[in-house]
């Protein structure tokens, strides 16, 4: 049996990593889980639409939406679609949007049991982004139903629970609410100066900003915030360089926001946390939009997510670990940001390709 390696001896070579963006190996990797997504993500199959959402958004960055047959993704997509028993607009407290997965679309048992969880704000939004992206026709949709509906989710306090059961409400849904009326370019789904005001109550001291009013600043909450505000209207998209007053403030946030940066060039979520490469995204589409990109170290940046690229395609959350669709997309998406060739532009505040979008 041979001896582990001894502290005399010389020590062990670091791990090598690819210098560039492998292209070709990350599409190969996401035609792969097009077709067949592995064992391991069973646990996950009650989101089986976002995850969906993470291939086919994936492949148009990397400008290989022609490995897909988009027709066929619409027509499965669609099937997802949660609607009423009849032709006129209910008043029953649900919401129509889109089911995750199969399973929550399961009737009642015998005993009249549901065990389903109806259709959700966030497997609505990543429906509607994959149908713009492969180019559906939204006027085929009845958006009214969806709309009139949503507004049953939203809260007094401006927030928004994800489904109609009762959940918890913090920025994720008032994000993903937000994103849905700006898709079909119509608010009634939504009290715009309610979720303003919640939002403005989740920046916290230090210039983040928490999930709700109290909380932790958090990376992704403020992205959620700040992506919320700028698709409703309430800021410019340049706030750095703007002479007006903002509704939140911004030189707290820029600082909040550049003390992100650790020193192995990655973004942590939080104070005192790891570098992770979804964070590349989440802070840098902050700062994208209030244009303070070019404040941080791409260089090193860059560094750091070549190191959590997998060399069977992929992005992992750390360097050296298996990859996963979570952070391969937000992998990618942060290469789009970073003006990497051959890729499509993001539209930061959608998450999705700006070709999308036209």
């Not at 407290?93 to 959700?120: A, C, E």
């Not at 990543?126 to 809260?155: P, W, Y």
Request: proline share 5%.
């Amino acid at each position: 049996m041979e001896s582990e390696w001894d502290p005399l001896d010389e020590p062990p070579s670091p791990p090598s990593y690819s210098s560039v963006f492998e292209r070709e190996r990350h599409v190969c990797y996401l035609e792969m889980m097009y077709h067949l997504l592995p064992s391991p993500y069973q646990d996950q199959e009650i989101n089986h639409l976002t995850l969906a959402y993470f291939v086919i958004s994936g492949l148009d960055l990397l400008s290989a939406l022609d490995r897909v047959d988009k027709d066929a993704v619409a027509s499965w997509v669609l099937s997802f679609r949660a609607l009423p028993n009849n032709e006129v607009v209910p008043n029953d407290g649900k919401f129509y949007g889109f089911h995750g997965s199969r399973t929550s679309q399961f009737t009642p048992d015998n005993n009249g049991v549901l065990s389903r969880n109806g259709s959700h704000l966030a497997s609505t939004y990543s429906a509607l982004a994959i149908l713009k992206i492969v180019g559906h026709d939204f006027s085929s949709i009845d958006s009214e139903t969806m709309l009139t509906s949503m507004r049953n989710l939203q809260q007094p306090d401006g927030s928004f629970m994800p489904i109609h059961i009762g959940a918890e409400t913090d920025l994720r849904f008032v994000y993903c609410a937000v994103a849905i009326c700006f898709m079909f370019e119509d608010w009634r789904g939504m009290d715009k100066e309610k979720a303003k005001e919640y939002i403005i109550n989740c920046q916290s001291y230090d210039g983040g900003f928490g999930l709700r009013p109290g909380s932790e600043s958090h990376g992704g909450a403020t992205y959620c915030a700040v992506a919320s505000l700028r698709l409703m209207g309430f800021i410019g998209d340049d706030l750095l360089s703007s002479s007006t007053s903002s509704i939140v403030n911004v030189p707290l946030l820029l600082d909040w926001i550049l003390q992100r940066q650790a020193t192995n060039g990655g973004f942590q979520g939080r104070p005192n946390k790891d570098s992770d490469t979804c964070y590349a995204f989440w802070i840098g589409a902050v700062l994208r939009i209030i244009g303070g990109h070019e404040l941080i170290d791409e260089k090193a940046l860059r560094g750091f997510l070549l190191t959590c690229q997998s060399e069977y395609g992929g992005f992992s959350k750390f360097p050296g670990q298996v990859p996963d669709l979570y952070h391969s997309y937000y992998g990618f998406t942060a290469f789009s940001l970073l003006g990497e060739l051959g890729m499509n532009s993001l539209c930061v505040e959608l998450g999705m390709c700006h070709r999308a979008m036209t």
